[in-house]
């Protein structure tokens, strides 16, 4: 048998420290200040996943909970355990459907934030796109 080996041209990505660096450059560009929105959603986000996990943790107990209730022959208590299901039922679906539009406005936020930073240093260095853009604005001036 012979052992595979991947061809030498093609790159591996890794999550280490060259990574760590990279990602840490574009911090001001991600969050530019302590309370702007993309840091506010962040947190809002972090909230929100937090919140799902231990809702759906207490989700996955409601089968148990019926099992005993159906047990005791306990009317009440399956009609209150009926409503404290539905409950967090639909609060389960309020807080996915929350999380994911909080991901798709930071995603949002993100990649307007990146594209206008990407603009600002390409149109850094054109003179011919300013004196074109701007020509009137020049001449009206002198």
Do not use: C
């Amino acid at each position: 048998m012979s052992s595979q080996k991947s061809p030498p041209n093609v790159r591996r990505y890794k999550f280490d420290w060259k990574f760590l660096r990279r990602l840490w450059s574009l911090h001001p560009l991600l969050f530019p200040r302590f309370l702007s929105q993309p840091a506010l959603l962040l947190a809002s986000l972090l909230f929100v996943g937090v919140s799902e996990q231990v809702v759906g943790y207490f989700v996955g107990l409601i089968s148990g909970e019926f099992y005993l209730v159906l047990e005791n022959k306990d009317s009440q208590g399956f009609v209150d355990h009926l409503i404290y299901s539905l409950v967090l039922i639909m609060s389960m679906s309020y807080l996915v459907t929350t999380r994911m539009y909080l991901q798709k406005q930071l995603i949002v936020s993100w990649r307007k934030s990146l594209t206008s930073a990407l603009h600002k240093l390409y149109f850094a260095s054109i003179k011919f796109y300013q004196l074109n853009a701007l020509g009137e604005l020049i001449w009206r001036e002198s």
